[in-house]
Every structure is written in structure tokens, then in C-alpha cells.
């Protein structure tokens, strides 16, 4: 009998290994010191950026993932952007791509075209030019893109840029992993997976472009760390986060499954790591879980002068993204974060 194929089996950002593993592995690696690395894996930025002239530099990122939904064209397509997203929370235009591809060799080939083509199409939609790649066989499938974009030296997004009183926008709503979860046991509603595909697909691009008019001191993009992983990774010495709830985009249906804990082993793995820097009060547990939930292709949480902040986000809004004011920098020397 042919091999039966299972396409998704859980993936995503969810297949990302946990902060604190990761963490605990690059701390004991040796720092670079070429001066012209101006950011590097010791900062947990996005992407790396190289200077090449003093007006010139490059932002190199690389992601890659199994599918977590299980039309072949869609997974591309995510995929795609998901690794896109890296370029455009440091400030940056996308130049090039490259396809990074684990197949296996017994499948139709048509599905692994279907992909690439998926990939191809955001790439396509950066602006950039999709160069080449490189394949292997394996067991399960995997894709993604190694990513080259420009920049000014003078005009990076690092993520720990911010200052006590910045206030924090977020370009997309949460939830998306709870929803493909849910989706993986046919518990989610058509509704829900429409909208946590629509945000997946869609590239940062024009939520990056639109914060470059204004005063903005720190990006970073939510992906597998979740919401509240990955603005720990914002906060500098002397600086901690008040996050209001109340204003926090997410997809509604993914909280009503929150509540009946259909939830991720990743998502709990960031709660394990993150409770000694976080303090919720009266949150409830389906929220909690949507702030831990790992994110694929997230949205961009911008830090953001207060005197910018509301202009910056009529622009967002204006481009039709669920999008919202999550809270603001604090002054904080233990880099707490408060969850209202």
C-alpha cells in the first residue's frame, strides 16, 4: 500500500526550542568582536546586521519549520513570512532569499512545488528577489528561508532600544497557536482558522514601513516566545513593562479554547520560564495562556515615543490590521512585567 501522508503534525513556531534551553546553550558561546557586527546572537535581536559602509548595511536572518496547517500553497506562504518578519522589526528592506527545504524523498513532488510556490509568492510580495536554496531528504517536512535585507547603520531596530514611559504597540492579534492547535483536533471553527491564517499570511512589511515616519526606539516581532517572551527580550537594565489586558488584539474564538485548555506544550514551556519575570493580576487563565501562546508569523510590538504613539497607530489601523496600545515601558530594576 502507498505511504499514508500526514502534512501537519504540529508545527510552527511551536517547533522552536524553549528560551530558557536556548538561552542556556548561546551564553556559553564565545562573543564575536569584529566591530562591524553591529548586532549579533548575544543580544537576542531578530536578525544579525553587518556594516559594510558607513551608509550600508546588511540584516542576514534565517528561520525555517514544520507545517502547522495542511494546505502545502498556505504553509509557503507563512513560512515565508514568518522569516520575512525578522527583517522588518530591525528597520530593514528585503533584498534576497534563499529556500531552506527538508523533504521526503517517497512524496509527490507536486506538494513540495506547491510550497516553494507559497514561499515564492511572499517573497515576491517583499519586494526581493527568491535566488536559490538548498534541500535535503528527511523524514518530515520543513521550510522556510534564509533572508538578506539592507539598512543604514544609523536607523537599525534593535529590541532593546525602549525607555521607561514608551508605549507598546502590537501590529497583529494573538492566538494563532491555540487556534492550529485546536484546528490539529477538529475543534476549531472555520471562522477561527480563516482569521489565524489571514494574520499568518500577512507580511510586516507595511506595519514596518509605516513606524519608520515616527519615533520609535525598540522593535522585535512575536513569534515562538510569545507576546510575553519576547518583550522580555526587550527590556534593558532599569526597564520592565505594564501590559493592559484590556487592550491586547487577540482572535476571540482562540480564548473560548484557551478556556477548555486546548493549549501547546511550547505555550507552557514560555510560562515556565517567563513567571519570574511576570506578575498577573486578576488575569484570567485564557488570557495568561494567550500571552504565553507561540506565535507563527506574529506581528511586530513597537516601542514608541507617547507623543507618536497614537498617530503611529491610526496608521496601522488605516492598513486593516487588528492591532492595539498594549501598555508601556516602566522604570523597573528588576525587569518586571506587570499584567493588569
Not at 539598512?151 to 487556534?179: F, Q, S, W
Not at 506544550?265 to 511576570?278: D, V
Not at 488570557?287 to 510590538?301: A, I
Request: charged residues 20%.
Amino acid at each position: 500500500m502507498p505511504e499514508k501522508i500526514v502534512f501537519c503534525k504540529g508545527g510552527g513556531c511551536t517547533a522552536k526550542l524553549g528560551p530558557g534551553a536556548l538561552s542556556s546553550v548561546l551564553e556559553k558561546l564565545p562573543r564575536p568582536d569584529d566591530p562591524n557586527l553591529l548586532v549579533g546572537f548575544q543580544s537576542s535581536d531578530d536578525a544579525a546586521v553587518y556594516r559594510l559602509t558607513d551608509d550600508l548595511a546588511v540584516v542576514m536572518t534565517l528561520d525555517f519549520f514544520p507545517p502547522m496547517v495542511e494546505d502545502p500553497f498556505l504553509f509557503g506562504q507563512i513560512a515565508a513570512a514568518n522569516a520575512l518578519s525578522d527583517i522588518y522589526a530591525m528597520g530593514a528592506d528585503v533584498k534576497t532569499a534563499l529556500n531552506i527545504v527538508c523533504f521526503p524523498d517517497t512524496w509527490d513532488l507536486n506538494i513540495l512545488g506547491r510550497i516553494l510556490e507559497g514561499g515564492l509568492d511572499k517573497v515576491n510580495e517583499a519586494g526581493g528577489v527568491l535566488a536559490g536554496g538548498h534541500s535535503i531528504r528527511d523524514t518530515e517536512v520543513k521550510y522556510g528561508l534564509s533572508v538578506t535585507g539592507t539598512i543604514h547603520p544609523d536607523r537599525i531596530y534593535a529590541n532593546c532600544g525602549g525607555n521607561p514611559g514608551d508605549i507598546l504597540i502590537l501590529t497583529k492579534p494573538l492566538g494563532v497557536g491555540i487556534v492550529c492547535a485546536a484546528s490539529r483536533v477538529g475543534k476549531a471553527s472555520d471562522k477561527a482558522l480563516s482569521e489565524a491564517v489571514g494574520s499568518m499570511t500577512t507580511i510586516n512589511k507595511y506595519a514596518s514601513e509605516a513606524m519608520r515616519k515616527y519615533r520609535v526606539h525598540a522593535c522585535t516581532d512575536v513569534t515562538g516566545f510569545g507576546f510575553l517572551g519576547h518583550l522580555k527580550e526587550m527590556l534593558r537594565d532599569g526597564c520592565g513593562a505594564d501590559v493592559d489586558t484590556l487592550t491586547v488584539p487577540f482572535i476571540r474564538e482562540a480564548a473560548v479554547y484557551a478556556r477548555e485548555f486546548i493549549i501547546t506544550a511550547a505555550a507552557e514551556r514560555n510560562r515556565e520560564y517567563l513567571q519570574k519575570y511576570t506578575e498577573f493580576m486578576d488575569v484570567p487563565f485564557s488570557m495568561q495562556e494567550l500571552l504565553f501562546d507561540p506565535q507563527t508569523s506574529g506581528g511586530l510590538l513597537i516601542a514608541v515615543d507617547p507623543g507618536d504613539a497614537d498617530a503611529l497607530l491610526s496608521d496601522i489601523e488605516a492598513l486593516g490590521l487588528p492591532c492595539g496600545i498594549v501598555g508601556s515601558f516602566i522604570q523597573s530594576p528588576e525587569k518586571k512585567i506587570l499584567i493588569r
